[in-house]
């Protein structure tokens, strides 16, 4: 899981914080969150990608609140590189909206955080307190996807992609955490040109975080610092074509046909198991026939930048 924080910190003084919010028809969870970051940051950012239910009217003619309306959904990283560039402050919190973060927590976050850390994120749990292994986790690998399809995530310990418990009362190093609630150093996301916008939906935030530490910044997850998050929760019918979504992304990263047809095989061991749990279920039946068609095929869609967008250097 990596070590536990041991360096030089930033000054100790107030540091300014910009909130960044993605929103696509959120429904009323968006003035809910932008209620709850109000005292927690100096400014926020909405950028709407084309919502249909009217969502972004809770954040229209309100001074602390900058409003970017998109024609089209761009998808996740586009998005958020556009409120990045909307911030001036250290740092900038991605946070979606369907996480919450208690009064504070982001003023937490940001506090003493080491010279040589570009990313910090709290640990997220659900409606019941228990820590989700989606906070974040290691750089991908067929052997830890493997790992994962066969062995429960919550007894698998660090052999997985993801982090599993017990997780440390403490600040620890990893290698990726979720862009769902992550505080990104403005300085570091802008040299590396921020995430990279051929991912439209997942692996956005695992790609960036390990450009991040190719350039020689960590990665640190505050384990005595907890967010909600509604991950599994909500319409059935989003949370399918979000799985059904997030596997293309996923292999993406393999280069040969055979690796992804590896992993196709993998995932469809994994999903098929997981059919089963009443808690993944929806989700798992819904990524299924990707994992097939990966197993069949190798093949993933291309991934194309969005047109007239900066791309992030490698």
Same mark, same amino acid.
């Given at each position: 899981?990596?070590?536990?924080?041991?360096?030089?910190?930033?000054?100790? !003084? /107030?540091?300014?914080?910009? $909130? &960044? +919010?993605?929103?696509?028809?959120? %429904?009323? @969870?968006? *003035?809910? =969150?932008?209620?709850?970051?109000?005292?927690?940051?100096?400014?926020?950012?909405?950028?709407?990608?084309?919502?249909?239910?009217?969502?972004?009217?809770?954040?229209?003619?309100?001074?602390?609140?900058?409003?970017?309306?998109?024609?089209?959904?761009?998808?996740?990283?586009?998005?958020?590189?556009?409120?990045?560039?909307?911030?001036?402050?250290?740092?900038?919190?991605?946070?979606?909206?369907?996480?919450?973060?208690?009064?504070?927590?982001?003023?937490?976050?940001?506090?003493?955080?080491?010279?040589?850390?570009?990313?910090?994120?709290?640990?997220?749990?659900?409606?019941?307190?228990?820590?989700?292994?989606?906070?974040?986790?290691?750089?991908?690998?067929? !052997? /830890?996807?493997?790992?994962? $399809? &066969? +062995?429960?995530?919550?007894?698998? %310990?660090? @052999?997985? *992609?993801? =982090?599993?418990?017990?997780?440390?009362?403490?600040?620890?190093?990893?290698?990726?955490?979720?862009?769902?609630?992550?505080?990104?150093?403005r300085e570091a996301f802008e040299?590396?040109?921020?995430?990279?916008?051929?991912?439209?939906?997942?692996?956005?935030?695992?790609?960036?975080?390990?450009?991040?530490?190719?350039?020689?910044?960590?990665?640190m997850c505050r384990g005595w610092l907890e967010?909600?998050?509604?991950?599994?929760?909500?319409?059935?019918?989003?949370?399918?074509?979000?799985?059904?979504?997030?596997?293309?992304?996923?292999?993406?990263?393999?280069?040969?046909?055979?690796?992804?047809?590896?992993?196709?095989?993998?995932?469809?061991?994994?999903?098929?198991? /997981?059919?089963?749990?009443?808690?993944?279920?929806?989700?798992?039946?819904?990524?299924?026939?990707?994992?097939?068609?990966?197993?069949?095929?190798?093949?993933?869609?291309?991934?194309?930048?969005?047109?007239?967008?900066?791309?992030?250097?490698?």
């Amino acid at each position: 899981m990596g070590g536990t924080a041991d360096s030089e910190t930033r000054a100790d !003084v /107030r540091t300014e914080v910009t $909130a &960044v +919010i993605v929103n696509f028809d959120s %429904g009323n @969870r968006l *003035p809910r =969150l932008l209620e709850n970051l109000k005292p927690q940051v100096d400014h926020v950012v909405v950028v709407d990608n084309a919502s249909t239910d009217g969502s972004p009217s809770a954040a229209q003619n309100r001074d602390w609140i900058t409003l970017i309306r998109n024609g089209s959904n761009l998808g996740f990283a586009a998005a958020a590189n556009q409120g990045a560039a909307a911030a001036t402050s250290e740092w900038v919190v991605f946070v979606n909206p369907d996480t919450h973060a208690e009064y504070g927590v982001i003023r937490r976050l940001v506090a003493h955080v080491p010279d040589d850390v570009a990313v910090v994120a709290p640990v997220q749990v659900d409606a019941s307190g228990t820590p989700l292994m989606e906070t974040g986790g290691h750089d991908p690998s067929l !052997v /830890r996807y493997a790992a994962w $399809a &066969v +062995i429960p995530g919550r007894v698998g %310990g660090q @052999r997985g *992609p993801w =982090l599993a418990p017990p997780f440390p009362q403490a600040d620890f190093f990893c290698d990726w955490v979720s862009g769902a609630f992550m505080a990104v150093s403005r300085e570091a996301f802008e040299r590396v040109h921020g995430f990279d916008e051929r991912f439209f939906l997942y692996q956005e935030d695992v790609d960036l975080c390990r450009r991040l530490r190719t350039a020689g910044s960590r990665i640190m997850c505050r384990g005595w610092l907890e967010i909600s998050h509604e991950v599994g929760q909500g319409d059935r019918k989003r949370r399918a074509l979000s799985a059904a979504r997030s596997v293309p992304p996923l292999a993406s990263r393999f280069e040969t046909k055979f690796g992804r047809r590896t992993l196709g095989a993998i995932l469809t061991v994994g999903l098929g198991l /997981r059919s089963f749990f009443p808690s993944r279920g929806v989700a798992a039946r819904a990524a299924l026939p990707e994992a097939l068609k990966l197993l069949r095929t190798g093949e993933v869609p291309e991934l194309h930048p969005v047109p007239g967008r900066p791309q992030p250097q490698y």
